[in-house]
Nanobody, 115 residues
């Protein structure tokens, strides 16, 4: 079992920045990959960013060069740095990990980009 708890969401103006954090209840050292997803109202959940154990990363096209995913296995944490935020980034952001073929999700944290 793995519990994931996100934090760091909030309301920010367009062009602003936020840093989301995800705390895992057990060591993430063995997790091959961890991800951030988001779900906007009326839309399907979409993959935003992935980080592999060797620190390789992959991003959804609309967030490339604006978002940065990172992990700190010593602290059992994964982060999502978000810069130059746009209104279309407004969504609930979820942390995800697949461990031994089981998908684990956090409860989500709301990010609202609005003037």
């Amino acid at each position: 079992q793995v519990q994931l708890v996100e934090s760091g969401g909030g309301v920010v103006q367009p062009g602003g920045s936020l840093r989301l954090s995800c705390a895992a209840s057990r060591s993430t050292f063995s997790f091959y990959s961890m991800d951030w997803y988001r779900q906007a109202p009326g839309k399907q959940r979409e993959l935003v960013a992935t980080i592999i154990r060797d620190s390789r990363t992959n991003y959804e096209d609309s967030v490339k060069d604006r978002f940065t995913i990172s992990r700190d296995d010593a602290k059992n944490m994964v982060y999502l740095g978000m810069n130059s935020l746009k209104p279309e980034d407004t969504a609930v952001y979820y942390c995800h990990a697949a461990v031994a073929s089981v998908d684990y999700w956090g409860q989500g944290t709301q990010v609202t980009v609005s003037s």
